[in-house]
């Protein structure tokens, strides 16, 4: 699928070339400004749909020139291939619940920093525009036909951000003309639509799943922008993740070749926490704290028992974010294993021994397990062919069963010793249940955040929170990585020194093949001694 769009807008165009009037308010520069001197913004494409600025400021001696390393990744918008589109007041002018608020309205220069922890003389780096209210709007409220469509798996909050996009749309911009579309991208062409209302969707945030149902697979790119086009729908609100947004990206693609004026607002959602720029993505808090039901129940079981030892397998294909942060809050865990550390059963320093070490000390011990890891062991042992779902992800093999059936196997066959293992896997139950408060308030900041950028005229971006402040950000920048968990860092020195586990990395000749040298002494600098 090719996503790029550089055949369709020009380095010369000038909505990039020409910076914004009041750029120099907020560059914030760490000196004084000289009292001449001039804006040279080069332009420069990214990756597919992500504009870069670069900023530097010449002063009026030509040998000085202070480049700060300022850059702006902009989003796309309606007016870089329909330039005569007229703009209106934003409705919210007009609104008693904004009239208290001290500025209602965003400046189009207010960006967020994508990294707040810099050094003295280091460069101030990548910048995205602040979401939010802006002054002027491309769309008149009764003009507006919305829609929203969900895709993928189910994760908490879902409903919520619907509900959010209705409600807002209609509260704040006065729109009241919104579809929802059945069973995912395939519903553009071979379902029927719901009218959506405050309404309708009024206590949907109550449930788990999605409202408007959902499916994987079913991109048509064609199809989906022909039935667009012909519902004269000009919003399109798009909640999915990885594979759902590089959809999106497509899709504002096709719009933009037709010259539509329509815009494509993607909210990211993933429950593994792997979108990448954001700081988090929408239903994740309420997992971590969903399994610790699961943590619990299984601490409780081989606490009661002799050697009782209990698995629990956690969401995290390939990110182990769910795991590690149910693990810390838990702390009843004494091993987390995830995707991003590789782990080895038998020998020295391995899991066997550890478990056969923590059964002596205290007589039971808990697993944590994030469904990727140790996906290679079971390929291997269950001679698996590879297989993917219809969203193009690796159908990955059950690792709890594999590990609980290893366990096993080696203290009753091999050492000869009678153990009590419980396996919990709580999956389904998790993604299936509500989102909490603490979700149910992020997700209507995204899906407002939506509903500003999609009535300013901008497409082809997604939301989220950049630093705790929300941004606008280009859909290639969440789909070019994922976010994993970094075994260098110290959110992963605190897990090792919660559990006391070992690394899994010493004296493996196959691992050290796998994996950066550095990263490898980092992390066996990181091993926490029993105290």
Not at 80 to 94: A, E
Not at 109 to 120: G, H, L, T
Not at 431 to 455: E, F, K, Q, W
Not at 495 to 520: C, G, I, V, W, Y
Request: proline share 5%.
């Amino acid at each position: 699928m090719d996503l790029s769009f550089s055949s369709s807008l020009s380095k010369s165009s000038p909505s990039f070339v020409i910076p914004r009037a009041s750029i120099l308010n907020s560059l914030n520069l760490p000196r004084p400004l000289p009292k001449s001197f001039n804006f040279k913004p080069k332009i420069s494409l990214r990756k597919p749909l992500l504009w870069r600025r670069s900023y530097s400021i010449r002063a009026q001696d030509p040998g000085q020139t202070i480049d700060d390393g300022f850059v702006i990744e902009d989003v796309p918008h309606l007016t870089n291939f329909l330039p005569d589109l007229p703009s209106y007041p934003n409705p919210l002018q007009r609104s008693q619940a904004y009239a208290i608020v001290k500025q209602t309205f965003v400046s189009p220069e207010d960006v967020v920093a994508q990294k707040i922890v810099v050094q003295k003389n280091s460069p101030r780096g990548v910048h995205f525009l602040r979401a939010g209210p802006v002054e002027r709007v491309y769309f008149k409220s009764e003009e507006v036909r919305a829609c929203i469509v969900t895709c993928g798996g189910l994760c908490p909050g879902i409903n919520t951000v619907i509900r959010e996009i209705v409600c807002g749309l209609n509260s704040m911009y006065d729109v009241h003309d919104v579809l929802g579309i059945e069973g995912g991208y395939r519903g553009f062409y071979s379902k029927n639509t719901t009218q959506l209302t405050p309404k309708v969707v009024n206590d949907i945030h109550k449930r788990g799943g999605t409202f408007l149902q959902t499916s994987r697979g079913g991109h048509d790119t064609n199809k989906i922008v022909d039935n667009i086009q012909d519902r004269r729908i000009n919003q399109v609100y798009i909640i999915g993740g990885d594979g759902t947004q590089k959809g999106a990206a497509a899709i504002y693609k096709e719009v933009e070749k037709r010259g539509l004026q329509v815009v494509v607002a993607g909210i990211p959602k993933t429950i593994d926490n792997d979108i990448a720029v954001i700081d988090k993505s929408f239903g994740f808090d309420t997992a971590v704290e969903e399994a610790q039901r699961a943590i619990n129940a299984a601490h409780v079981e081989v606490e009661s028992v002799e050697n009782g030892i209990g698995i629990v397998k956690l969401m995290g294909r390939y990110s182990g974010f769910i795991a590690m942060y149910a693990t810390l809050a838990n702390r009843d865990v004494d091993c987390c294993l995830i995707p991003e550390s590789p782990f080895y059963l038998e020998g020295q320093g391995g899991l066997f021994e550890f478990i056969e070490q923590r059964l002596k000390e205290n007589q039971h011990m808990i697993i944590v397990l994030a469904e990727g890891a140790g996906q290679e062991y079971v390929a291997q042992s269950m001679h698996a062919i590879d297989e993917k779902d219809a969203s193009g992800n690796t159908l990955l093999l059950d690792v709890g069963l594999w590990l609980t059936q290893k366990i096993k196997d080696h203290f009753t066959i091999v050492q000869k010793m009678a153990i009590n293992l419980k396996y919990i896997d709580p999956t389904y139950m998790i993604r299936a249940i509500p989102s909490n408060a603490s979700d149910n308030i992020y997700c209507t900041l995204l899906a407002h955040s939506a509903v500003h950028g999609a009535m300013a005229g901008y497409t082809g971006f997604t939301v989220g929170p950049v630093n705790s402040r929300h941004a606008y950000i280009p859909i290639a920048r969440v789909t070019e990585a994922q976010n994993t968990v970094k075994l260098t860092d110290r959110m992963w020195a605190r897990l090792l020194a919660s559990t006391n586990q070992p690394s899994f990395l010493q004296n493996n000749e196959l691992m050290q093949e796998k994996h950066d040298r550095k990263t490898l002494d980092a992390i066996n600098r990181m091993r926490i001694t029993s105290t």
